[in-house]
């Protein structure tokens, strides 16, 4: 009895404030329809070490849009349903990209957390960001390279030593960041660094 009333409750609603999805606006039971859904891909390799799985683009784009700068945490899923975890069994540590607290605080959520957070040796807080940047979206490649250089710090020097990593970051723009996290962890002498993104740029 209970079910059918809030199945009619659910279907009155539909019918007030039909569902639609979240890029193209068109009449759809899921956040995100087909046709706008991330088309999973081959994980592609852009240089050494380097790998990434969608290009930032189209839908793709869009709801990295929705899940950055409107803050709906939920589109992670999206994109965590996608990750093969093979992908990560070469690693010992799959360290995120460190987002300043402010940040954080701001958005609600880590982002990378909600991407990343539950693939294996997954590990955060062992790199951390020293000071606050500001967006780096608007910023060209050599002024990424003075504001980002020597922002980042490695916590525990003795959990890097010898260690298989694995950068883990949304998009790829320039490769400022990663390089910069790189070269601080290499300072402790880890097994191989090596990079995945979400997007490539």
Known sequence: MLSELLKSTLTLIDNIFPRKCIICRK????????NCLPKKIQITTFGAGLFYLYNYADSVKELIHVFK?????????LFRESLELELFSDYDLVIPVPCHWFRVISRGFFHLKELFGSVPGYQGG????????????????KEREKTMKDVFSVTDPSAIQ?????IVDDIFTTGTTYKEIKKELEKYSPAKVEGLFLCRA
Do not use: E, F, M, P
């Open 126 to 141: 062992l790199v951390k960001r020293v000071r606050y940047t500001g967006v780096l979206y608007k910023k060209g490649r």
């Open 69 to 77: 700068l409107d803050k709906d945490k939920s589109v992670a899923k």
């Open 27 to 34: 009449l759809s039971s899921l956040k995100v329809c087909s």
């Open 162 to 166: 010898g260690k298989s990593i694995l």
